[in-house]
């Protein structure tokens, strides 16, 4: 990837990790962070401690194709329901959210309605989240 | 409504989109870049550099707020290095931002292989971020040691960031970026060493020519915003030095020559190569080389051919 040649040829996919609410546990971020960088995607990761609007306008300046919130805290049900609501606003309806942590399966089904389009929970492979996230980004 | 229009018009989301079409060199690129001519070229532009951990994104961050709160129009443009081996980056300098929301327009570029300490589409990305009025703009490259010096050729200040407990003097007298300081920041102004610093950076600049601007050392707690107005004042200050310099001039004209010279070269190797593969002569080559069967100036030489003569 290093080759100018190739540089032109692909489009790097950018996925934005943030960590939106109070919770200071970002080793699962950081994991999926470090993943989705060893597959070949450009990764802004914003660190801990994130208002819903910080995440998107970060979303928004970076020109992500998916946004990945990591939640812990419980928070999940406001938080997420937050951040599209912010993306529809700003009209990135096209940007894929995705959240890991830990979500109860009936606030995942709830989530996915929504329009979250993947919720990962603990004990999920690194691999599954990349190949999630290329086939989502592609299919933008 | 065009891209380039949307932008002049301060249509963040378009800003944005521009960005991803400068960095990925998409045909699209060249269109906004003719829409928006005549509105660049009018913001101070500020480079942070020095080795990783210095502070560079703290410090970025503490100098936003404070133009900010100067009325400037600030954006910045943060430079992360791409894995040699995935293509992917790690583009972590948000985590040093204040939240400022939509106040200060931050991008991060991945190097993408581009050496020097920034990334191929900065000087795109400053003209998008012109064109947008931003008036003051700070440019952060990679975490940089000794030769990463493309930042002078862009910035207008060149703001050069260390830190105590580096080594001694002589690593400071082999840094190629201690030559293109325009202001020097001892940061972590806190730690023991840090006069000391100071001190013998201030002495190895005094060795050097006299030019109409000296650079100034200043100490700085980036964490705290220690120093911050300081070091905000001599970017200013020698923004209106370098008006009155003629050297000044002369140097961007040198640096123009020289982004001329590695604009050509990217294109006449990628014209080679793309070549090269089309006629099924690049892979056995590479393998040549590989095993050392051939010298590659040599196979250069071999591919270049028609361009030599």
């Known amino acids: ?140 | 409504m065009s891209l380039g229009s949307d932008i002049l018009r301060g249509d963040r989301r378009a800003l944005a989109r521009a960005l991803t079409i400068v960095e990925n060199q998409l045909p699209e690129a060249e269109e906004i870049v003719r829409e928006i001519a005549g509105h660049t070229g009018r913001a101070i532009v500020v480079g942070i550099t020095g080795a990783p951990g210095v502070g560079k994104s703290t410090l970025v961050d503490r100098l936003a707020g404070h133009f900010l709160a100067l009325g400037r129009q600030v954006g910045i443009l943060a430079v992360d290095p791409s894995s040699p081996f995935s293509g992917g980056a790690l583009l972590g300098d948000r985590v040093r931002m204040e939240g400022r929301g939509s106040g200060v327009f931050m991008r991060s570029l991945a190097a993408r292989g581009h050496l020097g300490g920034l990334a191929r589409a900065t000087p795109r990305a400053i003209q998008l971020l012109e064109a947008a009025g931003k008036d003051l703009i700070l440019l952060e490259t990679v975490g940089a040691g000794q030769s990463e010096v493309d930042v002078m050729g862009y910035a207008d200040t060149t703001l050069v960031v260390v830190v105590p407990g580096l080594g001694d003097d002589v690593q400071a007298f082999k840094a190629g970026i201690l030559e293109i300081g325009d202001v020097f920041v001892v940061n972590k102004a806190d730690r023991p060493g840090a006069d000391q610093t100071a001190r013998e950076l201030r002495q190895m600049l005094s060795l050097g020519p006299h030019k109409p601007w000296q650079p100034p050392v200043l100490s700085a707690q980036a964490q705290s915003g220690a120093g911050i107005a300081e070091i905000g004042q001599a970017i200013l200050d020698h923004k209106a030095s370098s008006e009155r310099d003629p050297e000044v001039g002369t140097r961007h004209v040198r640096e123009a020559e020289r982004f001329l010279r590695q604009a050509l070269a990217d294109r006449l190797v990628e014209a080679a190569v793309r070549r090269a593969k089309a006629a099924g002569r690049w892979l056995p080559l590479v393998e040549d080389v590989a095993r050392r069967r051939k010298d590659p100036v040599w196979a250069a030489k071999e591919l270049a051919g028609g361009e030599e003569r």
């Open chain 1, 1 to 140: 990837m290093t080759g100018s040649s190739e540089e032109k040829a692909t489009r790097p996919i950018r996925v934005l990790v943030g960590k939106p609410g109070l919770d200071g546990h970002d080793r699962g971020a950081k994991v999926v962070a470090r993943a989705l960088r060893d597959a070949g995607m450009e990764v802004i990761y914003t660190g801990l401690h994130q208002t819903p609007e910080e995440i998107v306008e970060a979303a928004l300046q970076e020109d992500v194709d998916v946004v990945g919130l990591s939640i812990l805290s419980g928070a999940h049900n406001t938080l997420v329901p937050r951040v599209i609501e912010l993306l529809r606003t700003q009209g990135m309806d096209d940007v894929q959210v995705m959240v890991g942590g830990i979500i109860p399966e009936e606030d995942a089904q709830a989530l996915r309605q929504l329009g979250v389009v993947a919720v990962f929970g603990p004990g999920t492979e690194t691999e599954e989240i990349v190949r999630f996230t290329r086939s989502c980004a592609r299919g933008a």
